[in-house]
């Protein structure tokens, strides 16, 4: 049983890391759209971007499996261009896990992104650097903070969602059956409080860690970056 809880767990923790590294480039530049740019409609792309947040997880994981199944647009175009898979498969775990976690991500990288010091960059600029060294140089580093405090809350988040990956990819042992996905199956068997009562305290434990690391992270850069600039 043992081994069967830890494979649970071990599983949870490449859905949500390949969740994580999934959304993550597009959160950063929807974030910095939304940092930098003025344009018609961003209202709209802000309420998009927090759709998942206000949705029925059951809602969204349907438009992925829509979207995403075999018999999708998007599900048919990936097959046949990469071979790649998402329902009833550990990547649309992924999948639907990165969906529900991008405004977590989006959130933390813009407020970082709209701190950063705009007359940092237009010196290092007017010194010949390009925008793409002004960008490594100053900008990335001094929203580190905020990339890696929404990566981490990304991750907690993707660790224990439920709804969306059960409507999309089922609850498969071995497959698609993640933490939330396990704890759910062990309460409907009379046998599986136990069980579940150990994966909960994993759960528990795992999103604490999880939250005490982005503070932590968030804080340490924070004051190492204020220690530079005085």
């Avoid at 939304?34 to 438009?63: C, E, H, I, N, S």
């Avoid at 097959?79 to 990165?98: H, Q, V």
């Avoid at 969306?164 to 990819?169: E, G, H, S, W």
């Amino acid at each position: 049983m043992m081994e069967a809880e830890t494979a649970i767990v071990l599983l949870s923790a490449k859905v949500a890391l390949a969740a994580i590294l999934l959304a993550l480039p597009p959160a950063f530049a929807v974030a910095w759209l939304l940092a930098r740019r003025r344009f018609k409609g961003k209202g709209f792309v802000q309420a998009v971007v927090t759709l998942p947040l206000v949705l029925p997880p059951v809602v969204t994981g349907y438009g992925l499996l829509v979207l995403f199944g075999t018999q999708g647009p998007l599900g048919r175009l990936f097959e046949a261009a990469f071979g790649l898979t998402f329902a009833f498969r550990w990547t649309g775990a992924a999948l639907a896990a990165g969906v529900m976690a991008f405004p977590l991500l989006v959130r933390p990288i813009r407020l970082s992104l709209e701190a950063v010091d705009r007359g940092l960059e237009e010196a290092a600029a007017t010194l010949g650097a390009s925008r793409l060294v002004v960008f490594l140089t100053v900008t990335l580093p001094l929203a580190l903070p905020g990339v890696l405090a929404g990566a981490v809350l990304g991750f907690a988040k993707a660790l224990g969602e439920f709804g969306a990956t059960i409507t999309f990819v089922s609850n498969i042992p071995g497959e698609t059956q993640t933490l939330s996905l396990a704890i759910y199956a062990l309460l409907q068997s009379p046998t599986g409080d136990t069980a579940a009562l150990r994966l909960i305290i994993v759960s528990v434990l795992l999103a604490l860690a999880a939250v005490l690391l982005s503070e932590w992270v968030a804080r340490r850069l924070t004051e190492r970056g204020g220690d530079g600039r005085a």
